[in-house]
Each structure stands twice: as structure tokens, then as C-alpha cells.
Nanobody, 123 residues
């Protein structure tokens, strides 16, 4: 069992930056693949970024590639999402997720989810 709590969301201006964090509790955190998803109003939840248990492999959605960076600190049971050059399309609730097994981009592969943190980009 893994519990996930996101933080770091808020209101940011167009072109600005935010760093999201997800604190995890539970056993064997280091063995889980981790990911960030987001859901904008009226839209389906979409994949943003994922990182393997070791941190050696990362995946990004095309829409955030080059602007977002996912990282993890297994010693602190945390995963982060550094978001730069934000635009209105990035406005959404961002969710942290954990999965046993291979790193994936499909939401259905993830076993545990946080409650989400709101990110709003203003023009």
C-alpha cells in the first residue's frame, strides 16, 4: 500500500515555472514506477511524465517535452515535476501515481493515486 500527497500547485503567470512534489508513504517506495497525470476541466485525464523505479528511464508527453522534468528521490520517498515555460494548456489538476512493475503511460497501469493539486496558468 502506498499513500501519495501532492503539493506545490498554485497560480502562475504565462511563461512562469512551478515545481510539484509528491510525498509517498508506505513500503517499498523505491520499487514503484511513478508518474504525473493531469486533468483539465471537461477533458479526460492525460499522461504527463513517468519515471522508472531507479530513475534511469523517463517518459514525457509530447506536449510537455523540453519544458517539464520528472525526478525522484528514493531516500526521501518523493517525486517531483519541474514545470517551466507554462502556458494555458497546462492548467489542470495534476495527480501523482505509483505502479508496481514496468513504467507505463497508461493510467490504468497505476495502482495508487494522490488527491491532486491544482495548477492554473494565467495570461
Amino acid at each position: 500500500q502506498v499513500q501519495l500527497v501532492e503539493s506545490g500547485g498554485g497560480l502562475v503567470q504565462f511563461g512562469g515555472s512551478l515545481r510539484l512534489s509528491c510525498a509517498a508513504s508506505g513500503r517499498a517506495f523505491h520499487s514503484y514506477a511513478l508518474a504525473w497525470f493531469r486533468q483539465a476541466p471537461g477533458k479526460e485525464r492525460e499522461f504527463v511524465a513517468a519515471i522508472s523505479w531507479s530513475g534511469g528511464t523517463t517518459y514525457y508527453a509530447d506536449s510537455v517535452k523540453g519544458r517539464f522534468t520528472i525526478s525522484r528521490d528514493n531516500a526521501k520517498n518523493a517525486v517531483h515535476l519541474q514545470m517551466n515555460n507554462l502556458n494555458g494548456e497546462d492548467t489542470a489538476v495534476y495527480y501523482c501515481a505509483a505502479a508496481q512493475g514496468l513504467t507505463a503511460q497508461a493510467a490504468g497501469a497505476y495502482d495508487y493515486w494522490g488527491q491532486g493539486t491544482q495548477v492554473t496558468v494565467s495570461s
